[in-house]
Nanobody, 113 residues
Framework: QVQLVESGGGLVQAGGSLRLSCAASGVIFSIGAMSWYRQAPGKQREFVAIITSGGATNYADSVKGRFTISRDNAKNTVYLQMNSLQPEDTAVYYC???????WGQGTQVTVSS
């Protein structure tokens, strides 16, 4: 049974930081890209960041320079370090494993102004 479990969300003031984690089980984690998406209330889910199995990364323009995605294949975990958070970053954050794809259940991030 494949599971992706996100953690690390919470409430933070504008300018603060959070680190999200997504732990995978039941899947060969080292094969395939891992990515983060987010969905704000009333909006569609949007791409945030991706890291390939080789470690290449790409980011949405809205988070470039503030967010960093990384992965630890030994721990079957992908991370999203989020700095300089702004109220517009408020959303439920989901991790996704490709190519299958598999999705986690999401973790809430709320940034207060």
């Amino acid at each position: 049974q494949v599971q992706l479990v996100e953690s690390g969300g919470g409430l933070v003031q504008a300018g603060g930081s959070l680190r999200l984690s997504c732990a995978a089980s039941g899947v060969i984690f080292s094969i395939g890209a891992m990515s983060w998406y987010r969905q704000a209330p009333g909006k569609q889910r949007e791409f945030v960041a991706i890291i390939t199995s080789g470690g290449a990364t790409n980011y949405a323009d809205s988070v470039k320079g503030r967010f960093t995605i990384s992965r630890d294949n030994a721990k079957n975990t992908v991370y999203l370090q989020m700095n300089s958070l702004q109220p517009e970053d408020t959303a439920v954050y989901y991790c996704k494993k490709s190519p299958e794809p598999y999705w986690g259940q999401g973790t809430q991030v709320t940034v207060s102004s």
